[in-house]
T-cell receptor
Framework: KQEVTQIPAALSVPEGENLVLNCSFT??????LQWFRQDPGKGLTSLLL?????REQTSGRLNASLDKSSGRSTLYIAASQPGDSATYLC??????????FGTGTLLAVQP | DTAVSQTPKYLVTQMGNDKSIKCEQN?????MYWYKQDSKKFLKIMFS???????INETVPNRFSPKSPDKAHLNLHINSLELGDSAVYFC????????????FGPGTRLTVT
């Protein structure tokens, strides 16, 4: 049974700092790993999707990596901005045809 | 243009009532989902439909019944609402199953009093 964990649960950084969010999963038979952003009271915005055959994906200041053998994914945010403040969720897709979500990391970027 | 839309955005109702939440996607996707986000912000899948066919039915009380009239719509009907049903319900869609990125609606905040 797939379990997804995100550490830390909350993170506060000053503006301009580079940061890494971590995601761990227990079942390496993962089809893909998706990172989302959720703003308070809003839905989820898809940020990056990494297929199991890929090792990383990049979009602007965001870079996500996937290491199936260690059961880990990271989301790297470069030059953080106050507008990056949100909850970041990772989710793993597998043979059960459903996404298993982590509990999220609440990020606060201080101006 | 809203890719995945849900109505209503907020729903306040009393215990025992029956209510429906509607979802529509204009992305041309084949797969649609319903998720529940509880008070601790944990997201869990409830149902998944692929081309109007039920694919996933998690351990959800049978008071919850999804209906997909066509592949662009997936509605959620809830009978005999209970206090524990209070949550935010999200609809999502993907092109074809979980190998593709999922796109979420804005959510429906259900409060049962």
């Amino acid at each position: 049974k797939q379990e997804v964990t995100q550490i830390p649960a909350a993170l506060s950084v000053p503006e301009g700092e580079n940061l890494v969010l971590n995601c761990s999963f227990t079942d390496s038979a993962i089809y893909n790993l998706q990172w989302f952003r959720q703003d308070p009271g809003k839905g989820l915005t898809s940020l990056l999707l990494i297929q199991s055959s890929q090792r990383e994906q990049t979009s602007g200041r965001l870079n996500a990596s996937l290491d199936k053998s260690s059961g880990r994914s990271t989301l790297y945010i470069a030059a953080s901005q106050p507008g990056d403040s949100a909850t970041y969720l990772c989710a793993g897709g597998g043979a059960t045809n459903k996404l298993i979500f982590g509990t999220g990391t609440l990020l606060a970027v201080q101006p | 243009d809203t890719a995945v839309s849900q109505t209503p955005k907020y729903l306040v109702t009393q215990m025992g009532n029956d209510k429906s939440i509607k979802c529509e996607q204009n992305l041309g996707h084949d797969t649609m989902y319903w998720y529940k986000q509880d008070s601790k912000k944990f997201l869990k899948i409830m149902f998944s439909y692929n081309n109007k066919e039920l694919i996933i039915n998690e351990t959800v009380p049978n008071r919850f019944s999804p209906k997909s009239p066509d592949k662009a719509h997936l509605n959620l009907h809830i009978n005999s609402l209970e206090l524990g049903d209070s949550a935010v319900y999200f609809c999502a869609s993907s092109r074809n199953g979980d190998r593709d990125a999922q796109y979420f609606g804005p959510g429906t905040r259900l409060t049962v009093t």
